[in-house]
């Protein structure tokens, strides 16, 4: 009954690979977010969706692209990857609340190695 | 922008003693404030959160945290701490107004609990 659920764990791959990363929620909410955790374990947020629609986008390389097919999904898929996309990849998800603090719980991650 | 910072990369605390691990944040108007702990090889778990109200926050595992507004601080405390407490501690700051509810989280605090 994991409330936030990733899929692969793991991910190595080659240089100019393209892969992708999923993310499954079951607590009823409507909104996601991807994190990446770098080397030093900074975490910082790259997108959320609510409901389906892209609500946050940082600067991001377009090689990123998000895809919501429902609000309890929300993939990652990364293409032409890089050396410096290794990392840790978090989804999470929330409560959309009306602009409210909703506390965002995050699933286990999925560490992605380019070699 | 909003900001946080955490001052100290490492905190280390003898089991039984009382915690503390800093924070202090910068954003425009109230902030909405955040505890996660991340254990080895694990997603952010949360501890706590302050929205509005008594400046204790009271939160998982016997975690508390003081909100003072004139120090912009979030400090996170533990009267006495477990060996098991030891992990690695992130605060995390997000504004009243705008930018959906994107969180931007400091550099993390090693706490490391011995015997």
């Known amino acids: 009954d994991t409330a936030v659920s990733q899929t692969p764990k793991y991910l190595v791959t080659q240089m100019g690979n393209d892969k992708s990363i999923k993310c499954e929620q079951n607590?009823?909410?409507?909104?996601m977010y991807w994190y990446k955790q770098d080397s030093k374990k900074f975490l910082k947020i790259m997108f959320s969706y609510n409901n389906k629609e892209l609500i946050i986008n940082e600067t991001v390389p377009n090689r990123f692209s998000p895809k919501s097919p429902d609000k309890a999904h929300l993939n990652l898929h990364i293409n032409s990857l890089e050396l410096g996309d290794s990392a840790v990849y978090f989804c999470?998800?929330?409560?959309?609340?009306?602009?409210?603090?909703?506390?965002?719980?995050f699933g286990p991650g999925t560490r992605l190695t380019v070699l | 922008a909003q900001s946080v910072a955490q001052p100290e990369d490492q905190v280390n605390v003898a089991e039984g003693n009382p915690l503390t691990v800093k924070c202090t944040y910068s954003v425009s108007g109230n902030p909405y404030l955040f505890w996660y702990v991340q254990y080895p090889n694990r997603g952010l778990q949360f501890l706590l959160k302050y929205i509005t109200g008594d400046n204790l926050v009271k939160g998982s595992y016997g975690f508390e945290a003081e909100f003072n507004k004139s120090q912009t601080s979030f400090h996170l405390k533990k009267p006495s701490a477990l060996v098991s407490d030891s992990a690695l501690y992130f605060c995390a700051v997000r504004g009243y107004t705008g930018g959906g509810n994107k969180l931007t989280f400091g550099t993390g605090t090693q706490l490391k609990v011995e015997l």
């Open positions: 999470a998800s929330s409560e959309a609340g009306t602009g409210g603090p909703e506390t965002q719980y």
């Open positions: 607590l009823g909410h409507d909104t």
